[in-house]
Structure formats: structure tokens, C-alpha cells
């Protein structure tokens, strides 16, 4: 069965950075993309980007330029996810998604991973 | 940016109720539009895909339409599994945005 399973809990202080793994398995990695979507506590859902499996390409939100970074790792068929220069407002329960190999327009999200709480406290 | 915009926020409803939730783009976004359900302390679910397709192994009591600016997601009788968060995203460009949320809670 399809699962993406996301590494534990981070504490991190403002100004450090994090790096937040996403393993798939139960299917082939490398026919899909992966999305990050994160959710601050009691707050709606973000959109943060986009990386295909397939050849690399990534699209991040505008407004993480420059502090966001997706790769993927197919020998291992993980995603991974950093994001630096931590501030009080990314603190948020991060969730890699199962998306299109191809496009960001037709997505699927049809396989979450269970979320990572990242805690940017000083 | 394009803005999603759902209403109501909240909304009181009884097993049994059939539930209308609405979300407006503020540009046009042909059909792509999901809808997901999320409860405490769960990943989000997804629901509808491309406006109005239910995707496998979502109950039939759940239905999607629009197209455009203006969608809706309606549930047909409530379940008492069904009382949770519901979102919409747009997928036309990116960033994908989603609406701020529609929380359903039993009346």
C-alpha cells in the first residue's frame, strides 16, 4: 500500500534550519511528484512547492524563494524538504504530498504523509 | 496570488442534513479545484478532484460542481464521520491556494 512516512519532531531556533525527510514507498517514486503543504497551529493550509521524482523540476511559492529547498533522493525513494533561516511564524505541522510527475496544474494529493511538527522557539 | 474564499466559516448542521459548502476564485480557474476533509489532528483527505470527480473510496454522498469562479461541495445526508474541516484548493497556477476553511460541526 502507498504510504509516506515523514521524519519526527523539530525544535529549532530562530535564524537555524530544518530539514524534514518524506519516505515513500508502495509505489514507483520516481513516476510521481511530491508537494509540501504546511498548516500553522489552528490555522488553514499553505501551499509551499512542487518537486517531480521524475526529473527534478521544482516550483516553490514566491513568497519562500530563497529559503525553501525540495529534493528527492531515488535510490532511496525519499523527499526531502529544508527550509532555513527559521522565524516564530514557520512554525507549522509540515506534510509532504503524492502529486503529478509532470505538472503543477493537474495535481492528485491522493497520499499524505502524516505530518511534521516544526517548532521554531528561541 | 488567487484568492479562495469559502463560505460559510462554520456551519451547524444535524445527521441527516444535506450541506451545501460554497468557494469562489477570484480569477477564473476552469475546473481545478479539489476539495478535502480534515479532522483534529489528521492529514488533510481529498475528497473531489477537478471540480466534480470523487475520488476513489470517497462515500457518493459527496458531490462537486462548478466551474469558473464559483464551486460548491455538497454532502447529501450528514454522517456522523462527516463533521470535520473542509477545504478548496486551486491548482490553475501556483501558489496553490487553498480557502481558510469551512469547520461543520453537529447542531
Known amino acids: 500500500q502507498v504510504q509516506l512516512v515523514q521524519s519526527g519532531a523539530e525544535v529549532k531556533k530562530p535564524g537555524a534550519s530544518v530539514k524534514v525527510s518524506c519516505k515513500a514507498s508502495?509505489?514507483?517514486?520516481?513516476?510521481?511528484?511530491i508537494s509540501w503543504v504546511r498548516q500553522a497551529p489552528g490555522q488553514g493550509l499553505e501551499w509551499m512547492g512542487w518537486i517531480s521524482a521524475y526529473n527534478g523540476n521544482t516550483n516553490y511559492a514566491q513568497k519562500l524563494q530563497g529559503r525553501v529547498t525540495m529534493t528527492t533522493d531515488t535510490s532511496t525513494s525519499t523527499a526531502y524538504m529544508e527550509l532555513r533561516s527559521l522565524r516564530s511564524d514557520d512554525t507549522a505541522v509540515y506534510y509532504c504530498v503524492r502529486d503529478n510527475p509532470m505538472t503543477t496544474v493537474v495535481t492528485l494529493y491522493d497520499y499524505w504523509g502524516q505530518g511534521t511538527l516544526v517548532t521554531v522557539s528561541s | 496570488d488567487i484568492q479562495m474564499t469559502q463560505s460559510p466559516s462554520s456551519l451547524s448542521a444535524s445527521v441527516g442534513d444535506r450541506v451545501t459548502i460554497t468557494c469562489r476564485a477570484s480569477q477564473s480557474i476552469s475546473n481545478y479545484l479539489n476539495w478535502y476533509q480534515q479532522k483534529p489532528g489528521k492529514a488533510p483527505k481529498l475528497l473531489i478532484y477537478?471540480?466534480?470527480s470523487l475520488q476513489s473510496g470517497v462515500p457518493s454522498r459527496f458531490s462537486g460542481s462548478g466551474s469558473g469562479t464559483d464551486f460548491t461541495l455538497t454532502i447529501s445526508s450528514l454522517q456522523p464521520e462527516d463533521f470535520a474541516t473542509y477545504y478548496c484548493?486551486?491548482?490553475?497556477?501556483?501558489?496553490?491556494?487553498f480557502g481558510q476553511g469551512t469547520k461543520l460541526e453537529i447542531k
Open positions: 508502495g509505489y514507483t517514486f520516481t513516476s510521481y511528484g
Open positions: 484548493q486551486q491548482s490553475y497556477s501556483t501558489p496553490h491556494t
Open positions: 477537478a471540480a466534480s
